[in-house]
């Protein structure tokens, strides 16, 4: 089969032919029709995450049609046409992952390949309205998004929730599910032209995080928030709390600009704000996310669809975070 493979550090991804997958026990074999890019595969790309192994084929996200099963555990899925979930072996505790939690892509041999081997298990019907371009762009980033807002912010109809960082894909994904969620959703990007797309998803407002003002802006136009996800922190995490309304939720799951800072512990304490750590999610919240993709007919944005062999182009694209929404590999 035709891959995309890490052959070491420092060197771009190479589109090569190597072994199709043996199943083992449990495994189904899908024939991808589309992947898409997350972070992580850039991050992992540039050799910056841990326990990075060549060759690697990454890719976390895949849409396609199962076409093999090693016994009758995946028999069933035969002909059907699914999403994969990434995160394998979340372990027994719904709060949080455990030890033998992986992520598809890393370890294991990921999405960015004509074929990917996975457990039956982690297979779900793709959702009926949606291409598999759009499918594909569905699991890593709308599981940790669809977490972040409603199993650990506890996110509700009605409440002021903001969304720090509104191009990346968990950012479009967050603005869509607070919007059909009931939530008067804010955001903040660094560029205009972000900020009226995530209106157009239905945003109330935004704001450009480059402003030295920002913070009080957010303030001015929204009186509050009761729920914030980030996925950036920096310096600029410090200040969230003086933004929050009393009982608030800020939910992190990234750290692209930098470490948390400093913070007031005064203003957490006496507003009795929560910090909550998340990383994607359990069966359960895959399960939910994708009840709320069908119940409200989401399609995710895509930003734009690469070939296979174009997949190095997307990897630089992303490195540039010039995209809206997800960066998508059609494969067949």
């Known amino acids: 089969m035709k891959a995309m493979v890490l052959v070491g550090a420092d060197k771009p991804l190479e589109y090569k032919e190597v072994d199709k997958p043996t199943l083992a026990p449990g495994e189904v074999l ?3 029709k589309a992947a898409a890019l997350n972070r992580r595969d ?3 790309s540039i050799g910056k995450y841990a326990g990075i192994k060549y060759p690697t084929i990454l890719g976390s996200d895949g849409a396609g049609v199962v076409v093999e099963a090693a016994d009758g555990a995946g028999a069933g899925w035969i002909g059907k046409e699914v999403i994969i979930n990434p995160g394998q072996n979340f372990g027994d505790h719904a709060d949080f992952q455990g030890p033998d ?6 370890p294991d041999d990921g ?3 004509e074929y990917v081997k996975v457990k039956a298990e982690d297979l779900y019907a793709k959702p009926s309205h949606l291409t598999f371009e759009q499918a594909a762009a569905i699991p ?5 998004a669809y977490r ?5 912010g506890r996110a509700k109809s009605g409440d002021k929730v903001l969304v720090v960082g509104a191009g990346a894909g968990t950012g479009t994904y967050a603005v869509q599910f607070a919007v059909a969620a009931g939530c008067q959703v804010f955001v903040t990007s660094g560029t205009s032209e972000k900020i009226d797309r995530a209106r157009q998803l239905g945003a109330a407002a935004g704001v450009n995080y480059k402003a030295q003002d920002w913070a009080e802006e957010l303030k001015h136009l929204s009186g509050g928030f009761d729920v914030v996800i980030d996925s950036a922190l920096g310096k600029d995490f410090a200040k969230i709390p003086d933004i929050c309304n009393p009982g608030a939720r800020i939910v992190f799951f990234g750290a ?3 470490a948390i800072p400093e913070l007031n512990p005064r203003t957490i304490f006496s507003k009795q704000l929560q910090l909550l750590g998340t990383m994607m999610g359990s069966p359960d919240d895959f ?3 994708l009840k709320l993709v069908n119940d409200h007919q989401i399609v995710p944005i895509v930003d734009e669809v690469f070939s296979l062999a174009e997949t190095q182009k997307a990897i630089d694209k992303m490195g540039n975070s010039s995209q809206f929404g997800k960066l998508v590999i059609s494969i067949s």
């Open 148 to 152: 972040a807002f409603f199993t650990k």
């Open 111 to 113: 999405t960015l390949a």
């Open 101 to 106: 939690f992986k992520i598809l892509g890393l």
């Open 140 to 144: 890593l980033a709308a599981l940790t």
């Open 30 to 32: 899908v024939q991808l």
């Open 42 to 44: 850039y991050w992992i």
């Open 256 to 258: 692209t600009a930098g």
């Open 287 to 289: 399960t939910n996310m």
